[in-house]
């Protein structure tokens, strides 16, 4: 009876340090964490049709065994599949008038299983916030010039400038 419990005492004592002991984690390339950013972009968003990978920004300094949190930055571009039907979305073909989305976001290996945050904007809704930004700067540069130079000068810079 005394040997029994001894082999059990043994063998709890083997699976604690088993379980105890720290996994390893086979390093993943940045092409394997933009290609999961796209999936769990297509699982969260639900969209219409299924967004497919347009092109990948090279990340020189990618760590693919670090314990860090690493940026990651791509382009989408919507595909003909709907995202209802679950195919795999590297058969797709991108939509002709589909929308193209930029994206950014962290990836982190500092929690298990690691994180992928993205978060992806209109490509034209970017450059319209680009233009929009540009106005606005200009305006108050243009009443900063009004304010200190007096209307005329301002006009006659606008004819002759």
Request: aromatic content about 10%.
């Amino acid at each position: 009876m005394e040997k029994k419990m001894e082999r059990c005492k043994l063998f709890l004592l083997l699976i604690a340090v088993v379980a105890a002991a720290p996994t390893t984690r086979t390093p993943v390339s940045y092409e394997q964490v933009v290609a999961a950013a796209v999936d769990t972009y297509n699982q969260e968003q639900n969209p219409e049709f299924a967004y497919r990978l347009l092109e990948a920004e090279p990340q020189p300094d990618w760590d693919a065994s670090g314990e860090t949190t690493q940026p990651i930055k791509f382009s989408i571009k919507e595909t003909v599949c709907p995202t209802s039907e679950k195919k795999n979305v590297s058969q797709c073909e991108y939509k002709e008038d589909g929308l193209d989305k930029d994206c950014s976001g962290f990836y982190s290996t500092q929690q298990s299983p690691p994180l992928i945050i993205v978060q992806c904007e209109d490509v034209d809704q970017e450059l319209s916030r680009i233009t929009r930004g540009r106005w606005r700067r200009f305006w108050r540069g243009a009443k900063r010039f009004v304010k200190r130079h007096g209307v005329r000068i301002a006009l006659a810079a606008l004819r002759f400038g």
